[in-house]
């Protein structure tokens, strides 16, 4: 045998019985059914994430020193009603840093409160018809820094902490939440001076 064939030979029995181990274990590894599952899988009334939707607009020309009115629309194509947390989004005002906002390409650091919570109440859900949505309006000059002349980027996070399809499932304990991403397209505003 060529010497420069040994740790090839070497390597390639390492591989293999690797791969040996592997099926080994998964072959030792007990499985449920698929019905049960798919029941662990997923949480009681939450059977499948839906689709939400979500819109945002603002001024795309102001002046520094007014107020940077931000629309959010969540909305529900869906054919079930859904309840969403409104914790981190504008549904509930300004209560934590859920935004990305920029100027010029730098980032505006929030400095707006920080809420710690226990669990929710019922009340801190949006209930979302099939078709409905929820909006609010929020003014974010007042956690970030728009006192200068640019033009400023805002995104959404987004995340929607806990999502629900069953409305005896509301409220749900911070540990049983079911995080949903959110894709909510960025927006642009330019602010000029005086």
């Given amino acids: 045998m060529n010497r420069r064939h040994v740790p090839w030979l070497a390597l390639s029995c390492l591989a293999l019985g690797a791969g040996a181990c592997a099926s080994r274990k998964e072959e030792t590894t007990p499985t449920a059914p698929p019905s049960q599952q798919t029941a662990a899988a997923e949480p009681q009334g939450t059977p499948m994430a839906p689709s939400l939707t979500c819109e945002m607009s603002v001024s795309p020309r102001l002046k520094?020193?007014?107020?940077?009115?931000?629309?959010?629309?969540?909305?529900?194509?869906?054919?079930?009603?859904?309840?969403?947390?409104?914790?981190?989004t504008p549904l509930e005002g300004l209560r934590n840093?859920?935004?990305?906002?920029?100027?010029?390409?730098?980032?505006?650091?929030?400095?707006?409160?920080?809420?710690?919570?226990?669990?929710?109440?019922a009340e801190a859900y949006a209930a979302l018809a099939?078709?409905?949505?929820?909006?609010?309006?929020?003014?974010?000059?007042?956690?970030?820094?728009?006192?200068?002349?640019?033009?400023?980027?805002?995104?959404?996070?987004?995340?929607?902490?806990?999502?629900?399809?069953?409305?005896?499932?509301?409220?749900?304990?911070?540990?049983?939440?079911?995080?949903?991403?959110?894709?909510?397209?960025?927006?642009?505003?330019?602010?000029?001076?005086?």
């Fill in 64 to 88: 520094v020193g007014v107020p940077v009115e931000l629309r959010f629309k969540l909305s529900n194509p869906t054919s079930q009603t859904v309840y969403a947390l409104k914790w981190h």
């Fill in 97 to 121: 840093n859920f935004l990305e906002v920029s100027r010029d390409g730098t980032e505006v650091p929030y400095q707006g409160p920080m809420v710690k919570r226990a669990d929710p109440s």
């Fill in 130 to 194: 099939p078709g409905g949505s929820q909006e609010a309006q929020v003014d974010v000059s007042l956690a970030y820094d728009f006192t200068q002349p640019g033009t400023y980027r805002i995104a959404f996070r987004g995340t929607l902490m806990d999502l629900v399809t069953s409305q005896t499932d509301v409220p749900r304990k911070m540990d049983a939440f079911q995080s949903v991403e959110l894709r909510c397209p960025a927006v642009e505003t330019v602010l000029t001076a005086g």
